[in-house]
């Protein structure tokens, strides 16, 4: 079932841990995207790191309150900056290719990072290179 | 997965992705599985493994094991095993170790009186 914008519409429930998120401070959001993307660089397989990454980047999509949703997609960011750079590598890789599993999903994920990004710390930036 | 527990000698249905825990669990009754094992990368586990735990409870499948793995922090595990989930194996776990836990596990089962 596509959504609006050609991106999957999913009708499950929200990810309970991201929910949990909501109105939380920016450290603990920062430390769960930290965890959660840990994990994430962890599975083996490349294929599986983009199933893993693509449906929690499609949960952030499904927050609908705006400033939500950038407030966990700032603390996201952050949360990867901090990781080790083999890591970031391998989630980076893993980012590109989920354009090719759900762009729609991706390019609202990206327009919000393009608008997040110049008001990061410069460290954060430079971890975030445009796909 | 499904290739690792096959080669350690089990007989594995890898029912696919985005199943709903309704189809898992219904497989798993018309299969008559011992064992019912999730991969779950999304970051929903909070969600799917207590729905699906209710589901085999509902179904009678209480000597059914459920387990699984996947992005799911150590943080959640506890939360996990109290709706009767079994072990949960992080990102990168050793497939022996899984293949040995399941065998084990199936075993005392059929063991037991």
Do not use: C
């Not at chain 1, 994990?39 to 400033?67: H, Y």
């Not at chain 1, 590598?89 to 354009?99: C, I, Y």
């Amino acid at each position: 079932m596509a959504g609006l914008f050609g991106s999957k519409k999913d009708t499950r429930p929200i990810d309970v841990g991201l929910a949990s998120l909501i109105g939380s401070d920016e450290n603990t959001a920062i430390e769960f995207w930290r965890k959660r993307l840990e994990m994430t660089a962890s599975v083996p397989n490349e294929i599986a790191r983009v199933g893993a990454l693509t449906p929690q980047m499609r949960e952030l999509t499904r927050i609908d309150n705006l400033e939500e949703r950038k407030r966990l997609t700032k603390a996201r960011l952050i949360a990867f900056a901090k990781l080790p750079a083999e890591q970031q590598q391998l989630l980076a890789t893993a980012r590109r290719k989920a354009f090719e599993v759900d762009r729609g999903v991706m390019d609202a994920d990206q327009k919000l990072v393009d608008d997040l990004l110049p008001g990061l710390d410069a460290s954060v930036r430079s971890a975030h290179p445009k796909p | 997965m499904a290739r690792a527990l096959r080669d350690a000698g089990m007989e594995v249905i890898y029912t696919g992705v985005h199943q709903t825990p309704e189809q898992v669990v219904e497989t798993a009754l018309q299969e008559d599985a011992d064992v019912i094992g999730l991969s779950l990368l999304s970051g929903a586990h909070n969600y799917l493994f207590p729905r699906i735990a209710e589901l085999m409870r509902e179904k009678g499948m209480d000597d059914v094991l459920l387990f699984g793995g996947g992005i799911i922090p150590e943080a959640d595990v506890p939360g996990l095993q109290k709706h009767g989930v079994g072990r949960i194996f992080p990102p990168g776990a050793s497939l022996d170790e899984i293949a040995k836990y399941v065998r084990e596990a199936v075993s005392a089962k059929h063991t037991t009186a």
